[in-house]
């Protein structure tokens, strides 16, 4: 029990001598020097101090010692793991730290370490060297052996340069030390500071230190800023914040920026609220006062005095999710001025052609799934494909109702002529922001679609609808372009299921249509062939298109092209398409009797 309350005891006195830490920091150097030259002493012969008592008699004065832990024997300093512990330098030629991207050249080098000064290439490694044993807190270790024969033909070149880097490049050295006792006592060698920044400088991680700007007169008088081993390295600049000792922070600084962009949102949503409920405010003065001006009429009088409500949270909400999906970007905005026609068509132009490539690869190799495989076996696979899609398009429907989404779809569900984006090209077919657009689409894609897709399989029948969409798209942006009509945008799977019905109409240009849930009388009427209905359909859209400025003429009948010339190539090409047709017609024409 007392041998084990001993050793405690003595394991805590080490710890106590080894703090080093509450000293000032000008002790700092004295102390590295201090644990260099602890070995040394350790090694040589016991110096003994004469003292001369009143007898005059020589005493010798009893050397101050220390117990180690695991041993009795005495020793005059207890044992130095420092040059252990740190990671030595190149043997035979050290390369420092790079200052600066570019050496100093020979006029530079001379006025920095005067009329007898070394070659360029000499005094530049010179600096480096010294630079890096800034960093590392290591000018006290020996240097190599070229170096050491320099420093003794020139003399004073090392302190020459230790001035001009000072004043130049400021390093907090006692920091430094402090860092290299850390690295020193840990259970583990560890890289030199300076050999981490040269890498980092190298690949363009870590930024060359800029040069203190010192007048040459001023350098002696004027100290350089202080900046601390802050943000994880040397160099960072001092936080504004009092006590703060990590340094300026880059995220502190983009809180900041963010901040402060909130607050001029919010600044500006209520601005607008402030204006829209002063606007609400007067309508609603306005018709009460109408209305008391007609009491005669039996209408219920308002008093006018009940106040317009602000918007409640949710209501902000989606007001500041529309504000933050509107685009900046104007008409003047450098990315939509220094684009040109071509600019506007040629990327979409690209992505349609890749796409429609993709398209017909995909159709030409595309095999029927079996019946176990489908997530739907018991529907037909014209239904399950016309019914995939409507679900698509009602998806991105309901999507324009989330606010949070808005500016996602902007971006890539809408074309707009002044800045477009090529993936829009695809998005806008699935897009419809009223509920009368979506309905309109889907009821004519539920006509036409399944009989079209029993005709050419849903391979094909898929081709055919997306293709016509992208055609329709980028023929639509290259009519608004050349005609410099920036300021628009359009959206809807028109030109998509137009490409349906022209397809489906080219396919049956002979054969005979009417109007369901008609009388057989008003049938008979009103059929036609599908050569006749085709441009029946141009005209009506056309017509459409001039009475409505929101119908897309343009990428309408290109979908409606898009449809007839591949239905034409399917007749042409399609064996078993023609063998069905004659199938058809031999079972509809009566038979001859002998």
């Known amino acids: 029990m007392n041998h084990a ?36 002493i350790c090694n040589s012969t016991r110096v003994q101090e004469s003292l001369l008592n009143k007898d005059g008699r020589v005493h010798s004065k009893p050397t101050t010692s220390y117990r180690t832990f695991a041993t009795s024997r005495q020793r005059c300093f207890r044992p130095s793991f420092v040059r252990r512990r740190l990671k030595p330098y190149h043997q035979t030629k050290e390369p420092g730290l790079t200052f600066r991207k570019n050496d100093l050249n020979e006029s530079e080098i001379a006025g920095i370490f005067g009329e007898v000064y070394p070659e360029p290439e000499l005094g530049n490694r010179i600096l480096k060297v010294l630079h890096a044993r800034r960093v590392d807190g290591t000018l006290d270790v020996a240097f190599d052996e070229d170096l050491t024969e320099v420093f003794a033909t020139y003399s004073g070149t090392e302190e020459a340069a230790l001035k001009w880097l000072r004043a130049t490049y400021p390093v907090d050295e006692d920091a430094a030390i402090i860092a290299r006792f850390q690295r020193e006592e840990s259970s583990r060698e560890q890289e030199h500071p300076s050999a981490l920044m040269e ?101 219920e009088v308002s008093d006018g005095n009940l106040p317009v409500r602000p ?28 684009l040109s026609t071509a600019g506007r068509i040629l990327p979409s132009l690209l992505f349609v052609l890749a796409g429609c490539a993709g398209l017909y690869l995909w159709a030409q190799y595309w095999e029927p799934p079996r019946r176990t495989e489908r997530i739907f076996p018991n529907t037909s696979l014209a239904y399950a494909t016309c019914g995939g899609l409507i679900a698509a ?71 055919i609808w997306v293709a016509s969409g992208l055609i329709g798209s980028v023929v ?65 859209d056309t017509v459409m298109a001039l009475m409505s400025k929101q119908v897309d003429l ?41």
């Open 199 to 299: 890498r980092g400088q190298k690949l363009g991680l870590i930024k060359y230190q800029d040069a203190a700007q010192v007048v040459p007169d001023q350098q002696i008088q004027e100290e350089p800023e202080y900046t601390g081993p802050q943000s994880g390295r040397y160099y960072a600049p001092l936080s504004d914040k009092e006590g703060d000792v990590f340094g300026r922070s880059k995220i502190e600084e983009i809180r900041a920026k963010n901040e402060a962009e909130w607050e001029d949102q919010e600044r500006k949503l209520q601005e607008e609220i402030d204006k829209s409920m002063a606007e609400a405010e007067v309508k609603h003065q306005e018709k009460s006062q109408a209305i008391a001006a007609r009491p005669e009429q039996g209408v």
């Open 476 to 540: 639509s942006l290259a009519s608004f372009a050349a005609r410099g009509v920036l300021i628009s945008s359009s959206l809807g799977s028109s030109g998509c299921n137009w490409g349906i019905v022209g397809a489906y109409l080219w396919l049956h240009k002979d054969d005979t249509f009417s109007f369901i849930f008609l009388p057989e009388d008003w049938k008979r009427i009103s059929e036609a062939k599908g050569y006749v209905l085709l441009p029946a359909f141009v005209v009506l």
């Open 393 to 463: 398009n009602v998806l991105v429907f309901l999507l324009w109702r989330f606010p949070p989404m808005v500016g996602f779809l902007n971006r890539y569900f809408i074309v707009t002529p002044a800045y477009p984006r090529m993936f829009s090209m695809l998005g806008n077919t699935f897009s419809h922001q009223t509920l009368r657009h979506l309905v309109m689409n889907m009821v004519g894609l539920l006509v036409f679609g399944p009989r079209l897709h029993e005709d050419v399989g849903r391979a094909n029948f898929i081709a």
């Open 311 to 338: 918007p409640n949270d949710f209501e902000k909400w989606i007001i500041r999710a529309n504000r933050q999906a509107t685009s900046k970007l104007t008409l003047d905005s450098p990315e939509v001025i220094r």
């Open 554 to 594: 343009a990428a309408h009948l290109t979908g409606m092209i898009v449809g007839v010339l591949f239905a034409e190539w399917y007749r042409s090409h399609d064996d078993k398409f023609v063998k069905r047709k004659q199938l058809r017609v031999s079972a509809v024409l009566p038979s001859r009797e002998a």
């Open 5 to 40: 309350t001993s050793i405690a005891t003595r394991f805590l006195g080490l710890c106590s001598h080894r703090s080093l830490w509450h000293q000032p920091n000008h002790l700092l150097r004295q102390a590295i020097l201090y644990r260099g030259i602890a070995s040394t």
